[in-house]
């Protein structure tokens, strides 16, 4: 047996299958000579996933706690059995294989940005130093990276809950940048209506948007403070403010139909109001880990609207170095990352 | 109160919802004046959903039509509660109020190109021509259409089962020369594989990726059976086989990753392979209703592949007519789904 570079080798059951789609993973620290383990500092969860322990357990911190625990015990990862997500961690490099192609080493503090729903993960302190209220979690154990991960080294001049804050998101604005750019590479310049443009994802995918050439941008928010938050950021040319799960107040709410569309908004039902906000010919990037494919295609079709649709790929090259530019160049992503995290 | 145009008027719960995201809808016969009401001939359920009650009950065709006949009962409309998912039906225009944008006229024999998921649908007689055994239901009953619907007239010169059956996947190939074309207009002659060639969707793509100007076609097929028959069809370059759902499988048959991948399998688990098998800055088409999003957005980010994923809308102006069109003048398309029909 030889070691996978997308991590086969470590997939307990069932068989066959890649490490994302395990019941379980085997999360035994040795590593072979193409890995790399870490010494976990902290865990980022998903926020679908976060929301979704959160609202089973009552707000509940230590039932919440119990629950992460139960998950990585039973599946040698962190994949919500409900969401099917997981997240992201920060860690010290502890060993590296003599054949890994990460390019890392020894010593060097790290994130991971390949998700934890495929990152074998062991937990060693009984998360003792987490309270279970936020999606920020304090932790010691060891995670394992294979040969075909993604791994960034944090940057010196930010803090490490701010970087990993940004990477976790990343795909979001890199995606958003390039589908502006294929707009704008045939001379049109679009309209972006960003759903959720007061969140982590939804602020860099705006300030991503107008950077790449959008003619007008659109920040959709769903009540009063979210709305006074992203006014004050000036990350949107019109802040508008609905429910995303209500179509047709969200059309109405964005008015002449949008050319992009980008829906960053992790709630369940968004996909028709998406669709009905979005022109014929236009295109729509889903990046909400609760979107629904069949709702999504359904209702593109039930609505005879000719849209292009984006499952929002968490990866694209140069995504993490990209956003991190955005974040120290943009006041307004910097400020609203900040005062998130500071709620935290 | 007036009717909308996208039928929010007869949905009965919850309220403010489009039709397709209802519990149910209202099936009262008395139309809007924008409406059009539909003498039911025939249903045509979604493999997916078929699939799911197939199973739940064991094949016992009397326990599936009961069940189908409790969800139109209950929700006023044929709306798989697990896969979410519909179909179309057959009929005959009853009735066309008199401010209908359709096109229609009482006595033309149509198909409902929008999904059964959204369509307002009451069955009268039971059932009873139905054993239960196949996807295509002879069915009597009313159903509406909205003033944004889309509906075909069936064509003369083909049997109705036959429209029927090309029209409920003809998403699939029209996408399919979209995306080849875009290709093609940058001046690259995609490979093309398609996950599921032997099927509806699939030969009907397969037919598309090299009309519209693929450099290569690959079939992939679950068996021997298959092989044989999308063999005989001469509608790929090359046919090859494997189980979908084993990513590291369909990756070895596929070989070299292909450009462009369409996942046309009614199988959950397929996200995966369909990403590992496709070339870096390449595009997946899923048409699957069993498609995960969550899945296929993970696994591209864990496998670290830089592919485009799009969403399989079933709605591209002139799909029907375009499928229609490969049907009559592609041999190895009418022969499988001749064969196919042949066999339900």
Same mark, same amino acid.
């Given at each position: 047996?030889?070691s996978?570079?997308?991590?086969l080798h ?11 789609a395990a019941e379980?993973?085997d999360?035994r ?7 790399v ?6 865990l980022?969860?998903d926020?679908?996933s976060y929301?979704q322990?959160?609202?089973a357990?009552?707000?509940d @911190?230590t =039932?919440?706690r119990?629950?992460? /625990?139960?998950?990585?015990e +039973?599946?040698?990862k962190?994949q919500?059995p409900?969401? $099917?997500?997981?997240?992201?961690l920060v860690g010290?490099v502890?060993?590296?294989g003599?054949d890994?192609?990460?390019g890392v080493?020894?010593?060097d503090r790290?994130a991971?940005?390949v998700s934890l ?5 062991r937990?060693?302190d009984?998360?003792?130093d987490?309270?279970g ?8 154990g ?7 991960s993604?791994?960034?080294k ?8 701010l970087s990993?804050a ?7 604005p890199a995606l958003t940048?390039?589908?502006?750019q294929?707009?704008?590479d ?8 960003v759903? @959720?443009? =007061?969140?982590?994802?939804?602020? /860099?995918?705006?300030a991503? +948007?107008r ?5 007008r941008?659109i $920040?959709?928010v769903?009540?009063q403070a ?6 004050e950021?000036?990350?949107a040319d019109v802040v508008?403010?609905?429910d ?8 109405a709410?964005v008015?002449e139909p949008?050319?992009i569309?980008v829906?960053c908004?992790d709630v369940?039902g968004c996909e ?7 022109a014929a010919?236009g ?6 880990m ?6 999504a295609?359904?209702?593109a079709?039930?609505?005879?609207a000719?849209?292009t ?5 968490g990866y694209?090259?140069?995504?993490a170095?990209y ?5 120290r160049s943009e006041?307004?992503?910097?400020g609203?990352f ?5 709620e935290?």
């Amino acid at each position: 047996m030889s070691s996978s570079p997308v991590g086969l080798h470590r997939v307990l059951a069932p068989s066959g299958v890649l490490p994302q789609a395990a019941e379980k993973l085997d999360a035994r620290p040795e590593i072979w000579p193409d890995e790399v383990r870490i010494a976990v500092e902290r865990l980022n969860l998903d926020a679908a996933s976060y929301r979704q322990l959160a609202e089973a357990h009552g707000g509940d @911190g230590t =039932a919440i706690r119990r629950a992460v /625990l139960d998950i990585v015990e +039973a599946r040698g990862k962190m994949q919500n059995p409900v969401t $099917g997500s997981g997240g992201m961690l920060v860690g010290v490099v502890d060993e590296a294989g003599p054949d890994s192609p990460l390019g890392v080493r020894k010593g060097d503090r790290v994130a991971t940005l390949v998700s934890l729903t495929l990152t074998p993960l062991r937990i060693t302190d009984g998360l003792k130093d987490w309270d279970g209220k936020s999606e920020q979690v304090p932790a010691q154990g060891h995670a394992i990276l294979f040969a075909r991960s993604i791994v960034a080294k944090l940057p010196d001049d930010l803090k490490p809950e701010l970087s990993l804050a940004v990477m976790d998101v990343c795909g979001a604005p890199a995606l958003t940048a390039r589908v502006v750019q294929s707009y704008v590479d045939k001379g049109i310049k679009p309209v972006v209506s960003v759903i @959720g443009g =007061a969140g982590k994802s939804g602020s /860099l995918s705006l300030a991503a +948007a107008r950077r790449a050439g959008a003619a007008r941008t659109i $920040g959709v928010v769903p009540f009063q403070a979210e709305y006074d938050r992203l006014t004050e950021a000036s990350l949107a040319d019109v802040v508008a403010m609905a429910d995303a799960r209500d179509p047709v107040a969200l059309a109405a709410a964005v008015g002449e139909p949008a050319d992009i569309t980008v829906v960053c908004v992790d709630v369940p039902g968004c996909e028709h109001g998406a669709v009905l906000s979005t022109a014929a010919g236009g295109t729509v990037i889903f990046f909400s880990m609760a979107t629904s494919f069949s709702a999504a295609a359904l209702g593109a079709e039930g609505l005879a609207a000719d849209v292009t649709m984006l499952v929002g790929n968490g990866y694209v090259p140069g995504h993490a170095e990209y956003a991190l530019e955005l974040l120290r160049s943009e006041p307004g992503v910097r400020g609203l990352f900040e005062s998130r995290l500071a709620e935290d």
